[in-house]
Every structure is written in structure tokens, then in C-alpha cells.
């Protein structure tokens, strides 16, 4: 069936795949998104129109609702780690306050659309897998222990009391294959390294993000939450997912080492964990990239370039090393919200 699908924060990493796989599904798509002189330089696809909004308006979100009359929301626009600990009070007006208006402009529309919300595994909160040996399922307690996580859950509950068609999926990491499609920059880099090295982290391809939108737009999982991340061999910790990428971008051992976690608490750990997508993949099939694929494609799409990466590795390290959230401490394990907290801003005020 085809169906008026309206796609917020389409410029996003998550965004454009899912344009392209609904465009490909042959529905009409507007896309949305602020509307920056790069938004509205880019080639959409044949049947796809951008329409753009400050979704924090009310009043534009409520035109936009009026004049593309969508028969489903996929809502993406967010204000996302690291960058949102700089800016939370934009960050609560993207996340929670746009997702309202949204979700005000729906309900009023003569043909209530079916709501799509993009949450996030940061839901549950800071998991210690040393005593969480079990993976996330849909259903297990909600937990927020930061700001994006707090955010996510009060979006779902939004969506949740809506009283329209929804569908909430919750993502792991989401990982491109494409060069250039996720920010490197100061903050990024050092995020990551402040991150605890042996903490799990369930990645999936955006390809596949995308396939599992495109499908929940349409498919039968009204009033489900469902947990989107890759098939088993996403199944990583965190240290082994910037040195894959590097390394098969031709940058060999560049991280800095980071510290474990500690074993004892239940705070200091990253809010990313294992997800039992066993519901996802039975109704929406989404899973067609394996990690060990991803790598490869890096690889040859870094092609004679990782020659020249090699030669640049060991300045990289250096630089790297310099910016590392734990380079000179003292402690045996990592502290990631005492070293967000010194950089980016505070991750969880009281
Ligand atoms: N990337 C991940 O690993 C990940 C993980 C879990 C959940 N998610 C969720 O998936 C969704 C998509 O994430 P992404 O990685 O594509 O994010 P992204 O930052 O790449 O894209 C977000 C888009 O939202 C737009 N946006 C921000 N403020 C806006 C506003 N006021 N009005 C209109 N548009 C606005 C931005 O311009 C951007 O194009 C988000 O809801 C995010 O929280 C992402």
C-alpha cells in the first residue's frame, strides 16, 4: 500500500538511508529538516519533496501537518550524543518538546497518522555487564541515567499517550559504511575514548535502520516497541568498534587504549548494551548487514587511500593520544560521566 510518509530530521545519518529505502517502496515521501544551504543543495529521489521546518514551532509544525497530510510520521529529528551534553536546553526542546508538537499536530489532523518514533537502547540507562550478563528486551525496565536517555523516555511516553497508531524503535549503534557520514570531530573522538573499553554495544548498518523504518511505516506492530540493532555478529564492546573502523579505513591502532569499567558499579558505564531483536527481525526483517561485511565495504571503499592513511597513522596517534579522556589519569577504570562532564557539559544535573 502506498502510503504519505513524512520523515523528520531527513537529512540525518538515519534520515537519508530511510528516505531512500521508502522512496524505493514506491511512497510519496516529504522530507523535513531545517533546511540548511547543504539540505537544500541535495538531490532527493523522484518521488520524494522537502518541506522545510523548525520543528520546535508549533505553528510551522502545524503547517507542515496541514499541508502534506501524512498518512504516517517517521519522527528522527533529535539533537544526539555526544553534541546534545553542550546544549541540553536545545536538546530538551528538539527531543521532547518538537516530538509534543508533533504529536499535538497528528492528533488534530482529520486522518490521524501513524507515529514512528526513533528511541534509543540510552532508554535503559547505564548497564554494568558484569551484572547485566543478560540481554535488553523490549519489555525490561526503563532506567534513564543521563539526559538523551531521560529525553527518549519522555518522547515514548508522549507517542505512547498519544492515542494515535504508534510504533517506537528503540536503536543500538548505528554504524555507515559510507566515509564522511558520521561526524569526527574533537568532541566525537573524545567521547569515544572516555567511554569504558570492555562495555557491550549491539551496532547495526543504517541500511538497515532504514529497511526497519520503511517497514514499521506499514507493518502490522501498532503499539509495539521494538529494539533495532544488527544480526549476532554486531555484537561487540565498545573498544572494538572505533579500531575495526580505523583500521580498515587504513589507521591501525590509533585509538588511545581507554580503561575498563568498573566492575563494581552500576553508574559508571555507557548507556548502550545487547538487544534481543528477536521481535524486530521476525516482524520487520531488517537485518542484511553483518559487522564482518561493514568492515569489508570500509575497505574498499577507503581503496588506495588506505595507503596513504597508513602513512599518516602514526601522527594520528600521537594526535589521538594527546585528546584522550584518560591520558594521565590515575584511576584503574574508566569515569565517563566524570570526563563528559569536564568537557561537554553535565550529562545527568539533579
Ligand atoms: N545515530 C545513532 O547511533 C542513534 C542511536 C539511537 C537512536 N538514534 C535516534 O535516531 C534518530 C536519528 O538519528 P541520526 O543519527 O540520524 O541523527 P542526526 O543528528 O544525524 O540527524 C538528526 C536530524 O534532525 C534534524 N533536526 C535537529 N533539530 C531540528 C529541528 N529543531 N527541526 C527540524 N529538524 C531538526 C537535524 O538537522 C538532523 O538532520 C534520532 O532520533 C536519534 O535520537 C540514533
Request: aromatic content about 6%; proline content about 7%; charged content about 20%.
Amino acid at each position: 500500500m502506498t502510503e504519505t510518509v513524512l520523515v523528520t530530521g531527513a537529512f540525518g545519518l538515519v534520515g537519508a538511508q530511510t528516505v531512500r529505502r521508502l522512496a524505493e517502496a514506491g511512497h510519496r515521501v516529504v522530507v523535513t529538516d531545517l533546511g540548511t544551504p547543504a539540505q537544500r543543495k541535495t538531490v532527493l529521489p523522484a518521488n520524494a519533496e522537502a518541506r522545510w521546518a523548525d520543528l520546535t514551532d508549533q505553528g510551522e509544525v502545524d503547517r507542515l501537518i496541514a499541508e502534506v497530510t501524512p498518512t504516517v510520521i517517521v519522527h528522527l529529528a533529535a539533537v544526539i550524543l555526544p553534541a546534545m551534553y553542550r546544549i541540553p536546553a536545545i536538546g530538551r526542546r528538539v527531543n521532547v518538546e518538537a516530538t509534543a508538537a508533533l504529536v499535538r499536530a497528528a492528533q488534530s489532523a482529520p486522518r490521524p497518522p501513524r507515529f514512528v518514533l526513533a528511541s534509543s537502547n540510552a532508554v535503559y540507562g547505564a548497564r554494568n555487564p558484569h551484572r547485566n550478563p543478560e540481554r535488553l528486551r523490549a519489555d525490561s525496565p526503563l532506567a534513564p541515567s543521563e539526559l538523551y536517555g531521560e529525553h527518549k523516555v519522555e518522547a515514548e511516553n508522549l507517542v505512547r499517550a498519544s492515542g494515535l497508531d504508534w510504533v517506537i524503535l528503540r536503536l543500538g549503534g548505528v554504524i555507515s559504511v559510507e566515509p564522511g557520514a558520521m561526524p569526527i570531530n574533537g568532541d566525537a573522538m573524545f567521547f569515544e575514548s572516555a567511554l569504558p573499553t570492555d562495555g557491550r554495544i549491539h551496532t547495526v548498518d543504517v541500511r538497515d535502520v532504514a529497511t526497519a523504518f520503511t517497514k514499521a511505516a506499514t507493518a502490522d506492530v501498532v503499539g509495539e516497541a521494538l529494539l533495532i540493532a544488527g544480526d549476532d555478529s554486531h555484537l561487540l564492546r565498545q573498544k572494538d568498534v572505533g579500531l575495526a573502523m580505523a583500521a580498515a579505513r587504513g589507521l591501525p591502532n590509533v585509538l588511545p587504549a581507554g580503561l575498563p569499567g568498573d566492575p563494581d558499579s552500576d553508574e559508571n558505564w555507557f548507556v548502550t548494551d545487547w538487544l534481543d531483536t528477536s521481535r524486530a527481525q521476525e516482524a520487520l526483517s531488517f537485518q542484511q548487514h553483518s559487522w564482518p561485511d561493514m568492515l569489508a565495504e570500509m575497505r574498499a571503499a577507503a581503496g588506495w587511500r588506505r595507503h596513504v592513511m597508513f602513512l599518516v597513522a602514526p601522527l594520528a596517534r600521537v594526535f589521538l593520544n594527546r585528546r584522550a579522556a584518560y591520558r594521565n589519569a590515575p584511576g584503574r577504570y574508566a569515569d565517563p560521566w566524570g570526563a563528559i562532564r569536564s568537557r561537554l557539559g553535565d550529562p545527568r544535573p539533579d
